[in-house]
């Protein structure tokens, strides 16, 4: 399983690629950073930012993409680039038919280092171990994109198991109603 | 002056064309909704997304898109949606060349209607109003992309005059020095 992990942001977007299967050593194939200059116009960083993905999708050809979930309780300006940058990414992989995951800072700590509340240091030291680097990848997206590389590929079997119980569920319900019906939908007594 | 208003987001994307400058009577070109079904994935969303904005500008040739600048003091999930939506409107806009504008949803009420606490059936009268229509465009998100190219189109001198003030007093700093230069600046005194 080849996956492309995205720490989206506008000035660093953080890409490494990691390729392997859960259980057995990691192989890390890529890593970097996106840089957009914080003085060009917003509509110009998002160019620049698909154009930095899809070289990255290009060269590696992954399998999966997982992207960093945004939430908004940290700083309002941060989050409103970070929620475009994460955008970019998701269009750049579905465009291709590459399948996006999202998954938590805290999921992404958790799955390297066991805790969901570990510091910067503590991922970049264990993603150091996991690939067997000499060095931990700087500056801290670069090792955060590797992290959710990672995690995506501990992740994926139980979160696949988890699709496929979905699918089969909603296969289940059978006839599919629209949401909205056009008439009316009457209760009827059994 | 051809002005592509879009009022981002992800379930219902409001987008209209606006044709005319300031001080003359304004044409209503197309009003529509880019829509994209809620339970879709989010990436598929983005997708479906651009391939509506990518329509309008080819059907209509816009010479500037104004998109509602988001702001994140409201419900935390819409937002988060709504600025991945206006990522993938500016994007669209910006690969092509057109200039893009953000504009404050205050800014926009108080353009069309005089007033930026007015509500959503004021905006819509007086787009109708403006556009010489029969009836206020439904829905309100094809109205508010309406009223956006319409503040465009009336703030754009304004902004304009601006822009070009910052460009002369960005010209005026000469020579300029890159941000991280690789040997110390000295100050040199004269």
């Known amino acids: 399983m080849r996956v492309l992990g995205v720490d989206p942001g ?29 003085d ?9 930012i698909e154009r930095g993905i899809e070289e990255w999708l290009d060269e590696h050809r992954p399998e999966f993409v997982a992207v960093e979930r945004v ?13 475009q940058a994460s955008a970019v990414a998701m269009l750049c ?12 800072p805290s999921e992404v700590k958790a ?10 240091a503590q991922v970049g030291a264990m993603v150091t171990r996991l690939l067997r680097l000499d060095a931990p ?4 997206d ?26 089969a569920a909603a296969a289940a319900r ?3 109603v629209p949401r909205t019906p056009a008439v009316p939908v009457r209760k009827v007594p059994r």
């Open 10 to 38: 506008l000035t660093r977007c953080g890409v490494g690629v990691v390729e392997g299967v859960a259980g057995r050593p990691l192989t890390m194939l890529g890593v970097g950073v996106v840089r957009t200059p914080a």
């Open 40 to 48: 060009a116009e917003l509509g110009h960083r998002l160019v620049a």
């Open 71 to 83: 939430f908004s309780q940290h700083n309002v300006r941060t989050v409103m680039g970070t929620a």
């Open 93 to 104: 992989a579905s465009r291709r038919g590459i399948p996006v995951a999202l998954h938590t």
């Open 111 to 120: 799955a390297v280092t066991g805790s969901g509340r570990a510091d910067k």
């Open 137 to 140: 990848p700087k500056p801290a």
């Open 142 to 167: 670069a090792a955060d994109a590797l992290a959710l590389a990672i995690c995506h590929i501990w992740r994926a079997p139980a979160v696949n198991r988890l699709q496929q119980a979905h699918a």
């Open 174 to 176: 059978t006839p599919r």
